[in-house]
């Protein structure tokens, strides 16, 4: 009998990919992975995707299904391949994206190591998204959902060959309506409990304290200045700001600013128009590629920069040190450094990396 091993954040998609795994006759287990410890983070709450409401939440859906269930500490390896990544890199004037850190570092590292350990054949999430394997490439590929309101392709593009071919996603072949009529059925205690919108590690979605308290001192004021180095205004510390945004800057003009780029060296934001944020050009690093096994020659793609954004066509091109040139069609929306882009060949994930 093959043997599953099912991460269950507390939540309603996790829970049914469980309940969806035991009813095709996997021997399985489930398991909370704690992340953080609340005193880490400055809160005293305990609404946050690993907090003790959550962890009674997935035990009592474990025990509805009759399946083992444990938690395990992450904290350690979470505060330092998720946290100190967020924080090093709005520190060094970067937009990460910590869901997929998790996903890479953690879920799929980390648990998946877990999972090797203790003989289990596979690791099961909740995770929109499908996985398949194709004859013709003798590769595993990642497809998006059939529910593209959901598709969580985009912050899974890190998976390699093996872990893909490990990996079971219950869930990508339906839609969030179907899989919270399941759990209504099954009278799951979360059935209808809302899904996490920021940051777990932030719930109050103030960046800006967190990465100060964690770092222990204040991002001093600089200057917000225009495209030609003209002084505008005083910001108020350089990590309070991202690419494109426009609300919260504190200042009256005829015409709204927003966030073109930041100087670190110089500890400035500078301002423009929102025509200024189009860009048709940028360099990825750290590539990771599923449906190819490497990036030879100019490859037509579609491609996207955000997780929300509808993929648009683009080209992308090798470079000699490995990274990856993307050329866009029609010019892209605040391309925003330390973002990944992801590429798409229809609903295949060809790959995806790091904006620099």
């Known amino acids: 009998m093959k043997k599953a091993m099912i991460a269950m954040s ?18 399985t287990i489930g ?4 992340l953080f410890h609340n005193e880490d983070i400055g ?3 305990e609404k946050t995707c690993c907090s003790a409401d959550d962890v009674d939440d997935a035990r009592s859906v474990a025990g509805r299904l009759g399946i083992p269930y444990y938690v395990f500490n992450y904290t350690d390896n979470f505060k330092l391949h998720v946290i100190s990544r967020f924080v090093d ?4 004037g970067r937009t990460p994206n910590p869901c997929i850190d998790c996903n890479r570092y953690i879920k799929f590292d980390q648990l998946m190591k877990r999972a090797k350990e203790l003989e289990f054949d596979y690791v099961v999430t909740g995770h929109y998204a499908i996985t398949e394997f194709d004859e013709k490439s003798g590769r595993y590929l990642l497809k998006k959902a059939v529910d593209e309101s959901k598709d969580q392709s985009y912050v899974l593009y890190s998976l390699t060959q093996d872990q893909l ?20 059925e099954q009278g799951f205690v979360n059935a209808d409990k809302h899904d996490s919108q920021d940051i777990c590690f932030v719930p109050d979605g103030n960046y800006a304290r967190f990465i100060e308290e964690w770092c222990g001192f204040k991002f001093e ?41 930041k100087d670190l060296d110089r500890n400035e934001v500078v301002l423009g128009s929102n025509d200024d944020l189009f860009s048709s050009t940028l360099t ?28 648009t066509d683009a080209t992308i091109t090798p470079l000699e040190n490995g990274d990856v040139s993307v050329v866009f069609d029609e010019p892209q929306r605040a391309i925003a450094p330390g973002q990944a882009v992801v590429f798409y060949d229809g609903d295949i994930v060809v790959g995806g990396g790091t904006i620099v």
């Open 43 to 45: 809160v005293k709450s």
């Open 284 to 311: 990825a690093t750290d590539v990771n590629f599923i449906s190819i096994e490497k990036l030879t020659e100019p490859m037509r793609v579609k491609a996207k920069v955000r997780y929300k954004q509808k993929e």
């Open 221 to 261: 004021n600089g200057n917000f200045v225009d495209l030609d180095g003209n002084i505008i205004a005083q910001h108020k510390g350089i990590i309070n700001y991202t690419i494109g945004q426009r609300k919260g800057l504190g200042i009256a003009a005829k015409a709204p600013y927003y966030v073109v780029s």
């Open 165 to 184: 071919k490990h990996i079971i996603f219950p869930l990508g072949s339906m839609t969030k309506h179907e899989a919270r009529k399941i759990a209504e």
């Open 89 to 92: 890199a709005y520190r060094n």
């Open 10 to 27: 507390g939540g309603v998609d996790s829970s049914v990919a469980a309940y969806l795994i035991s009813q095709q006759g996997y021997e």
């Open 31 to 34: 398991v909370t992975m704690k």
